[in-house]
Protein backbone atom coordinates (compact mmCIF):
# COMPACT_ATOMS: atom_id res chain seq x y z
CA UNK A 1 0.00 0.00 0.00
CA UNK A 2 1.57 3.17 -0.76
CA UNK A 3 1.27 5.44 1.69
CA UNK A 4 2.31 9.69 1.11
CA UNK A 5 1.94 12.22 3.69
CA UNK A 6 2.27 15.89 2.48
CA UNK A 7 3.29 18.77 4.79
CA UNK A 8 3.65 22.21 4.13
CA UNK A 9 3.06 25.30 7.34
CA UNK A 10 -0.93 25.28 7.82
CA UNK A 11 -2.37 22.62 5.73
CA UNK A 12 -4.58 25.00 4.01
CA UNK A 13 -3.20 25.54 0.25
CA UNK A 14 0.22 23.74 -0.90
CA UNK A 15 0.12 20.17 0.93
CA UNK A 16 -3.72 19.80 0.03
CA UNK A 17 -3.33 20.76 -3.39
CA UNK A 18 -0.23 18.27 -3.74
CA UNK A 19 -2.67 15.50 -2.03
CA UNK A 20 -5.63 16.09 -4.11
CA UNK A 21 -3.39 15.81 -7.31
CA UNK A 22 -1.89 12.95 -6.41
CA UNK A 23 -5.38 11.42 -5.50
CA UNK A 24 -6.11 11.85 -8.81
CA UNK A 25 -3.39 10.04 -10.13
CA UNK A 26 -3.04 7.35 -7.79
CA UNK A 27 -6.46 6.13 -6.64
CA UNK A 28 -5.34 3.18 -4.59
CA UNK A 29 -2.77 4.95 -2.25
CA UNK A 30 -3.52 6.61 0.85
CA UNK A 31 -2.49 9.98 0.53
CA UNK A 32 -2.93 12.70 3.17
CA UNK A 33 -1.75 16.38 4.04
CA UNK A 34 -1.05 17.97 7.15
CA UNK A 35 1.01 21.18 8.62
CA UNK A 36 3.44 22.22 11.08
CA UNK A 37 1.76 25.05 12.53
CA UNK A 38 -2.12 23.89 11.08
CA UNK A 39 -5.02 25.78 12.60
CA UNK A 40 -6.71 22.21 13.18
CA UNK A 41 -10.31 22.05 11.00
CA UNK A 42 -9.73 25.07 9.28
CA UNK A 43 -10.46 24.89 5.01
CA UNK A 44 -8.63 25.25 2.39
CA UNK A 45 -7.46 28.69 1.31
CA UNK A 46 -10.45 30.14 -0.91
CA UNK A 47 -7.43 30.65 -3.76
CA UNK A 48 -6.62 27.13 -3.44
CA UNK A 49 -10.04 25.34 -3.79
CA UNK A 50 -10.65 27.56 -7.00
CA UNK A 51 -7.37 26.46 -8.39
CA UNK A 52 -8.04 22.73 -7.47
CA UNK A 53 -11.75 23.32 -8.91
CA UNK A 54 -9.89 24.23 -12.43
CA UNK A 55 -8.38 21.05 -12.36
CA UNK A 56 -11.50 19.19 -11.97
CA UNK A 57 -10.26 18.17 -8.37
CA UNK A 58 -12.02 19.35 -4.66
CA UNK A 59 -10.57 20.74 -1.93
CA UNK A 60 -14.39 21.65 -0.42
CA UNK A 61 -14.15 18.72 2.17
CA UNK A 62 -10.54 19.58 3.68
CA UNK A 63 -9.91 20.03 6.89
CA UNK A 64 -6.57 21.72 8.21
CA UNK A 65 -4.43 19.09 10.53
CA UNK A 66 -1.09 19.35 12.25
CA UNK A 67 1.07 16.73 11.77
CA UNK A 68 1.92 13.71 13.98
CA UNK A 69 3.99 10.64 14.23
CA UNK A 70 0.84 8.75 13.43
CA UNK A 71 0.26 9.84 10.23
CA UNK A 72 3.84 9.54 9.48
CA UNK A 73 3.76 5.80 10.43
CA UNK A 74 5.23 3.71 7.45
CA UNK A 75 4.20 6.58 5.12
CA UNK A 76 6.55 8.65 2.36
CA UNK A 77 6.85 11.86 3.43
CA UNK A 78 6.61 14.41 1.22
CA UNK A 79 7.13 18.38 2.27
CA UNK A 80 7.26 21.66 -0.07
CA UNK A 81 10.15 23.43 0.57
CA UNK A 82 13.68 22.24 2.79
CA UNK A 83 12.94 24.40 5.34
CA UNK A 84 9.74 22.07 6.19
CA UNK A 85 11.94 19.01 5.30
CA UNK A 86 14.39 19.68 8.17
CA UNK A 87 12.00 20.69 10.53
CA UNK A 88 9.55 17.12 10.02
CA UNK A 89 13.30 15.32 10.11
CA UNK A 90 14.09 17.25 13.72
CA UNK A 91 10.60 16.93 15.49
CA UNK A 92 10.08 13.45 14.44
CA UNK A 93 13.43 11.32 14.53
CA UNK A 94 11.93 8.08 13.93
CA UNK A 95 10.71 9.14 10.86
CA UNK A 96 13.88 10.49 8.90
CA UNK A 97 14.80 8.45 6.87
CA UNK A 98 11.17 8.50 4.99
CA UNK A 99 11.12 12.38 4.72
CA UNK A 100 12.23 14.85 1.60
CA UNK A 101 11.34 17.87 0.27
CA UNK A 102 8.91 17.29 -2.84
CA UNK A 103 12.01 18.92 -4.91
CA UNK A 104 14.92 16.33 -3.35
CA UNK A 105 12.57 13.34 -4.01
CA UNK A 106 11.63 14.17 -7.48
CA UNK A 107 15.75 14.45 -8.04
CA UNK A 108 15.58 18.57 -7.85
CA UNK A 109 16.89 19.44 -3.98
CA UNK A 110 17.23 23.32 -5.43
CA UNK A 111 13.13 23.16 -6.40
CA UNK A 112 10.86 24.58 -3.54
CA UNK A 113 7.09 24.68 -3.80
CA UNK A 114 6.92 28.03 -1.82
CA UNK A 115 3.59 29.77 -0.21
CA UNK A 116 1.62 31.51 -2.61
CA UNK A 117 -0.89 33.20 -0.09
CA UNK A 118 -1.98 36.75 -1.04
CA UNK A 119 -0.17 36.69 -4.57
CA UNK A 120 -3.57 35.88 -6.52
CA UNK A 121 -4.63 33.14 -8.56
CA UNK A 122 -2.08 32.86 -11.25
CA UNK A 123 0.57 32.11 -8.67
CA UNK A 124 -1.84 29.16 -7.14
CA UNK A 125 -2.20 28.37 -10.33
CA UNK A 126 1.73 28.00 -11.00
CA UNK A 127 2.07 26.21 -7.54
CA UNK A 128 -0.45 23.35 -8.61
CA UNK A 129 1.59 23.40 -11.85
CA UNK A 130 4.74 22.67 -10.39
CA UNK A 131 3.44 20.63 -7.52
CA UNK A 132 2.20 18.49 -10.66
CA UNK A 133 5.20 18.29 -12.50
CA UNK A 134 7.70 17.41 -9.52
CA UNK A 135 5.22 14.64 -9.14
CA UNK A 136 5.80 13.18 -12.69
CA UNK A 137 9.16 13.71 -13.13
CA UNK A 138 9.33 12.04 -9.05
CA UNK A 139 7.33 9.00 -11.13
CA UNK A 140 9.67 8.59 -14.03
CA UNK A 141 12.83 8.76 -11.34
CA UNK A 142 11.82 5.98 -8.95
CA UNK A 143 9.64 3.70 -11.27
CA UNK A 144 8.43 0.72 -9.27
CA UNK A 145 8.81 1.96 -5.94
CA UNK A 146 7.38 5.82 -6.63
CA UNK A 147 5.90 6.51 -3.26
CA UNK A 148 6.78 3.63 -1.22
CA UNK A 149 9.96 2.84 0.71
CA UNK A 150 13.12 0.35 0.93
CA UNK A 151 12.96 -1.83 3.96
CA UNK A 152 16.33 -2.35 5.09
CA UNK A 153 17.93 -4.98 7.11
CA UNK A 154 21.00 -6.40 9.07
CA UNK A 155 22.20 -9.07 11.58
CA UNK A 156 25.57 -7.80 12.93
CA UNK A 157 27.81 -8.75 10.56
CA UNK A 158 25.98 -6.24 7.67
CA UNK A 159 24.84 -3.11 10.30
CA UNK A 160 27.62 -0.67 9.24
CA UNK A 161 27.52 -1.77 5.86
CA UNK A 162 23.14 -0.94 6.40
CA UNK A 163 24.34 2.23 7.99
CA UNK A 164 26.61 3.38 4.93
CA UNK A 165 23.62 2.25 2.05
CA UNK A 166 20.71 4.14 3.99
CA UNK A 167 22.72 7.22 4.25
CA UNK A 168 23.46 6.89 0.57
CA UNK A 169 19.81 6.26 -0.46
CA UNK A 170 19.00 9.47 1.68
CA UNK A 171 21.40 11.21 -0.58
CA UNK A 172 19.72 10.10 -3.93
CA UNK A 173 15.90 10.66 -2.00
CA UNK A 174 14.90 7.46 -1.80
CA UNK A 175 12.62 6.53 1.46
CA UNK A 176 14.13 3.51 3.76
CA UNK A 177 12.34 2.00 6.70
CA UNK A 178 14.89 0.14 8.81
CA UNK A 179 14.03 -3.01 10.67
CA UNK A 180 17.06 -3.55 13.18
CA UNK A 181 19.54 -4.57 13.92
CA UNK A 182 20.83 -1.32 15.55
CA UNK A 183 24.28 -2.09 16.59
CA UNK A 184 27.71 -4.27 16.01
CA UNK A 185 26.54 -6.72 19.14
CA UNK A 186 25.71 -10.52 18.03
CA UNK A 187 22.04 -11.20 16.81
CA UNK A 188 20.11 -14.04 14.68
CA UNK A 189 20.19 -13.07 11.02
CA UNK A 190 16.76 -14.80 10.26
CA UNK A 191 14.88 -12.60 12.70
CA UNK A 192 15.71 -9.71 10.08
CA UNK A 193 14.89 -11.58 7.38
CA UNK A 194 11.23 -12.49 8.07
CA UNK A 195 10.56 -9.07 9.52
CA UNK A 196 11.68 -7.16 6.36
CA UNK A 197 9.98 -10.37 4.01
CA UNK A 198 7.03 -10.11 5.69
CA UNK A 199 7.12 -6.15 5.33
CA UNK A 200 7.46 -6.66 1.50
CA UNK A 201 5.26 -9.64 1.01
CA UNK A 202 2.55 -7.44 2.91
CA UNK A 203 3.24 -4.32 1.10
CA UNK A 204 4.08 -2.46 4.08
CA UNK A 205 7.61 -1.66 1.99
CA UNK A 206 7.94 -1.85 -2.03
CA UNK A 207 11.32 -3.71 -1.98
CA UNK A 208 13.76 -5.11 0.66
CA UNK A 209 17.68 -5.10 1.39
CA UNK A 210 19.48 -7.64 3.73
CA UNK A 211 22.89 -7.66 4.34
CA UNK A 212 24.66 -9.97 6.68
CA UNK A 213 27.89 -11.63 6.51
CA UNK A 214 28.01 -13.59 3.15
CA UNK A 215 24.22 -12.23 2.27
CA UNK A 216 23.43 -16.46 2.29
CA UNK A 217 21.68 -17.04 5.70
CA UNK A 218 19.49 -13.61 4.60
CA UNK A 219 18.61 -15.27 1.28
CA UNK A 220 17.67 -18.68 2.44
CA UNK A 221 15.77 -17.03 5.42
CA UNK A 222 13.79 -14.60 3.14
CA UNK A 223 13.29 -17.06 0.03
CA UNK A 224 11.00 -18.78 3.40
CA UNK A 225 8.03 -15.67 2.85
CA UNK A 226 5.75 -16.42 0.60
CA UNK A 227 5.68 -14.17 -1.91
CA UNK A 228 9.31 -12.91 -1.27
CA UNK A 229 11.94 -13.61 -4.44
CA UNK A 230 14.82 -12.69 -2.58
CA UNK A 231 17.85 -12.31 -4.86
CA UNK A 232 21.69 -12.93 -3.45
CA UNK A 233 24.10 -9.98 -5.85
CA UNK A 234 27.79 -9.38 -5.37
CA UNK A 235 27.75 -6.78 -8.10
CA UNK A 236 26.03 -4.33 -10.14
CA UNK A 237 25.10 -6.90 -13.20
CA UNK A 238 23.47 -9.23 -11.02
CA UNK A 239 21.73 -6.58 -8.87
CA UNK A 240 20.23 -5.25 -12.40
CA UNK A 241 18.93 -8.80 -13.65
CA UNK A 242 17.54 -9.76 -10.54
CA UNK A 243 15.15 -7.22 -11.17
CA UNK A 244 14.87 -7.42 -15.17
CA UNK A 245 14.45 -11.17 -15.17
CA UNK A 246 13.46 -12.65 -11.95
CA UNK A 247 11.41 -9.67 -10.34
CA UNK A 248 13.33 -10.42 -7.49
CA UNK A 249 11.71 -8.10 -4.69
CA UNK A 250 14.59 -8.21 -2.43
CA UNK A 251 18.38 -7.68 -2.61
CA UNK A 252 20.87 -9.73 -0.25
CA UNK A 253 23.70 -8.29 -0.22
CA UNK A 254 27.23 -9.82 1.79
CA UNK A 255 29.30 -7.13 3.54
CA UNK A 256 32.20 -9.78 4.09
CA UNK A 257 32.22 -10.25 0.03
CA UNK A 258 31.45 -6.94 -1.54
CA UNK A 259 32.62 -3.64 -0.53
CA UNK A 260 31.08 -0.54 0.59
CA UNK A 261 30.76 0.98 -3.10
CA UNK A 262 30.13 -1.85 -5.15
CA UNK A 263 27.25 -2.66 -2.81
CA UNK A 264 25.74 1.06 -3.19
CA UNK A 265 25.77 0.20 -6.87
CA UNK A 266 24.35 -2.84 -6.86
CA UNK A 267 21.74 -1.31 -4.80
CA UNK A 268 20.65 1.59 -6.91
CA UNK A 269 20.79 -0.57 -10.05
CA UNK A 270 18.61 -3.09 -8.08
CA UNK A 271 16.07 -0.69 -7.00
CA UNK A 272 15.96 1.71 -10.28
CA UNK A 273 15.08 -1.24 -12.69
CA UNK A 274 11.89 -2.86 -13.50
CA UNK A 275 11.22 -6.30 -14.24
CA UNK A 276 11.47 -6.63 -17.94
CA UNK A 277 8.32 -8.98 -18.29
CA UNK A 278 7.87 -11.42 -21.62
CA UNK A 279 9.45 -14.71 -21.80
CA UNK A 280 10.52 -13.91 -17.66
CA UNK A 281 7.22 -13.42 -16.94
CA UNK A 282 6.38 -17.08 -17.96
CA UNK A 283 9.05 -18.05 -15.39
CA UNK A 284 8.22 -16.23 -12.53
CA UNK A 285 4.92 -17.85 -12.64
CA UNK A 286 6.09 -21.30 -12.75
CA UNK A 287 8.45 -19.73 -9.54
CA UNK A 288 4.63 -19.01 -7.96
CA UNK A 289 3.48 -21.98 -8.92
CA UNK A 290 6.21 -23.71 -7.08
CA UNK A 291 5.49 -21.38 -3.75
CA UNK A 292 1.56 -22.34 -4.14
CA UNK A 293 2.07 -26.25 -4.42
CA UNK A 294 4.14 -26.47 -1.13
C1 LIG B 1 27.46 -14.13 11.16
O1 LIG B 1 28.74 -14.38 11.66
C2 LIG B 1 27.28 -14.75 9.77
O2 LIG B 1 27.18 -16.12 9.87
C3 LIG B 1 26.08 -14.14 9.08
O3 LIG B 1 26.25 -12.77 9.02
C4 LIG B 1 25.84 -14.55 7.62
O4 LIG B 1 27.02 -14.55 6.88
C5 LIG B 1 25.06 -15.76 7.39
O5 LIG B 1 24.77 -16.17 6.28
Not at 3 to 19: D, H, I, K, M, Q
Not at 21 to 48: C, F, H, K, T
Not at 147 to 157: E, P
Request: glycine share 12%; net charge neutral; hydrophobic share 40%.
Amino acid sequence: MKRVVFVCSGNTCRSPLAAAILRAEEPDADVQSAGLAAYDGGPAAEAARSVARERGLSLEDHRAQTLRAQLLAGAVCLTMTRAHQDEVRRRFPDAEGRVFSLGAYAGEPAEEIEDPIGQGDGRYRETADRIASLLRRAKVRHGWLYLQTVGFGSDHAGFSLKRELTAALRHEGVPTLDFGTDSVESCDYPDFALAVGRAVAGGDVGAGVLICGTGIGMSISANKVPGVRAALAAEGLGAELARRHNDANVLCLGARLTGPEVAREATLRFLRQSFDGGRHARRVDKIRAIEAES
